[in-house]
């Protein structure tokens, strides 16, 4: 199962939140699908995800986009995606 809660902060307090849930099994190749749908459903652009965003989320569980991963601006100071599933 896969749920993942997305924050967006601003000023250390949250500005918005979404849940992302799917009865699939967790695979990180689909990781990027899930940022994308979490982002969509904030509606925000989505962040560019590098490699390190992804060995952040296998090893603490949650990964924090800064505003320098969009491509676009953003008025947020960070998303933070945190694993709710483990």
Not at 22 to 28: C, G, I, L
Not at 54 to 74: C, G, L, Q, R, T
Request: hydrophobic fraction near 40%.
């Amino acid at each position: 199962m896969v749920k993942l809660w997305f924050k967006l902060m601003k000023d250390n307090k949250i500005a918005k939140q979404t849940t992302v849930s799917h009865d699939e099994k967790f695979t990180y190749a689909n990781f990027g699908e899930y940022v994308t749908e979490g982002c969509y459903e904030l509606d925000v652009a989505t962040p560019l995800i590098i490699r390190s965003h992804i060995m952040n989320f296998a090893k603490y569980n949650h990964v924090n986009f800064v505003p320098s991963d969009f491509v676009e601006k953003v008025d947020f100071d960070k998303l933070v995606v945190e694993n709710l599933d483990r």
